[in-house]
């Protein structure tokens, strides 16, 4: 810029000093002008908000198809073999407080056993024999497969009963499932496990005590009875479903 140009935004000493209403009304031409100058920048920025948007709510749907059984809505049913137990047309309550049909459990291999969240006895070791069959599965495998609990007792193991009992037995949200059911389903469940249970004047259960292997169809490959058995059978039999 020229001398003689610059000299011109020189104010002379003897003019007088802009007033505040001055100042502040070329302040707010600045201000507009900026704002004008970026209008475009606006429109663009948006857009990539939108983009950005739209590419999460993606995410969102991509995470949901992958959400852990507990927390999954109801299943919809599809073709099972007629020795499913995905066929059962019974709605059960997970500890999240999602209402899903069993048929959310396919895919994976499922280890499974019925039990009530304030049993003293032989629950806690069912549950202790479960956590020592996904301990002594390959490392690679164990997320793979999925344990589920289901409880006798459907009116005191509330979803924050089964929650809480979650947490304090340490049961991975990842492939841990705890359900509850009203009396008539856990009773037609219990039968085709072939668990004999019967409540008593406290409302505790007696029961027995076996863990079942599902195939990804829900149909029953395995059996093991009793409490603190040696897992390796049921690994092995885990093993060959992952083959």
């Known amino acids: 810029m020229k001398r003689n140009e610059t000299s011109k935004f020189q104010a002379p000493s003897t003019r007088e000093a802009p007033s505040l209403k001055q100042q502040s009304h070329r302040a707010n031409l600045l201000v507009l002008g900026a704002w004008c100058f970026s209008g475009a920048w606006r429109l663009v920025l948006g857009a990539f908000v939108c983009a950005l948007s739209v590419s999460a709510f993606g995410a969102t749907n991509e995470i949901a198809e992958v959400l852990p059984p507990c927390c999954r809505p109801i299943a919809a049913q599809t073709n099972y073999t007629d020795k ?13 407080g999602r209402k899903v049909k069993l048929g959310v459990l396919r895919g994976p291999p499922q ?4 039990f009530f969240a304030s ?33 006798f007792d459907s009116t005191r193991d ?14 991975s949200t990842q492939n841990w499932t705890l359900l509850r059911g009203e009396p008539d389903d856990v009773r037609e469940l219990a039968a085709l496990l072939g668990v004999i249970y019967r409540q008593d004047a406290k409302g505790d259960f007696a029961h ?16 093991q009875p009793g409490v603190n058995v040696d897992p390796q059978e049921t690994v092995s039999r885990i093993e060959q479903l992952l083959k």
């Open 84 to 96: 499913s137990l995905f066929l059962l047309d019974s709605t059960w309550t997970s500890d999240a």
């Open 111 to 114: 280890v499974v056993a019925m």
């Open 119 to 151: 049993c003293q006895f032989t629950c806690p070791l069912t549950v202790s024999d479960l956590q020592r069959i996904e301990a002594a599965l390959p490392e690679n495998l164990r997320t793979n497969v999925g344990f589920t609990l289901i409880s």
């Open 158 to 171: 509330t979803p924050a009963t089964l929650q809480a009992y979650r947490a304090k037995r340490e049961l």
């Open 208 to 223: 027995s005590n076996v863990i079942t292997v599902l195939n990804a169809e829900g149909e029953i490959v395995f059996q």
